[in-house]
């Protein structure tokens, strides 16, 4: 199995920042993709971010030249930089991984447990 962990949600005011991190431990053989999503209230989960062994970036229209999100070398890690935050920002954001467990082994996705970003005053 595969365990995705989650860190760096909380209370930020409009305009802050936030860090989020995302580590994938378990059974891996290598990572080919890994995902910020969100959730607000009411609202369909939708696609923030998204990166790719070779680095290359997907990135929501409503994030664009705010968020940036990156990955370690380990290709394990996920990060996502959220600056210049707006209460429109306030959602529950999941890591979702896309991961190979042996070499010839399809892709499987994994969710992580999310983590609550509010911006507010």
């Known amino acids: 199995q595969v365990q995705l962990m989650e860190s760096g949600g909380g209370l930020v005011q409009p305009g802050g920042s936030l860090r989020l991190s995302c580590a994938a431990s378990g059974s891996i053989f290598s990572t080919y993709a890994m995902n910020w999503h969100r959730q607000a209230p009411g609202k369909e989960r939708e696609l923030v971010a998204r990166?790719?062994?070779?680095?290359?970036?997907i990135y929501a229209d409503s994030v664009k030249g705010r968020f940036t999100i990156s990955n370690s070398d380990t290709r394990n890690t996920v990060y996502l930089q959220m600056n210049s935050l707006k209460p429109e920002d306030t959602a529950v954001y999941y890591c979702?991984?896309?991961?190979?467990?042996?070499?010839?082994?399809?892709?499987?996705?994994?969710w992580g447990q999310g983590t609550q970003v509010t911006v507010s005053s």
């Open positions: 979702y991984a896309e991961i190979r467990h042996t070499r010839s082994a399809p892709l499987n996705g994994y």
């Open positions: 990166i790719t062994g070779d680095g290359s970036t």
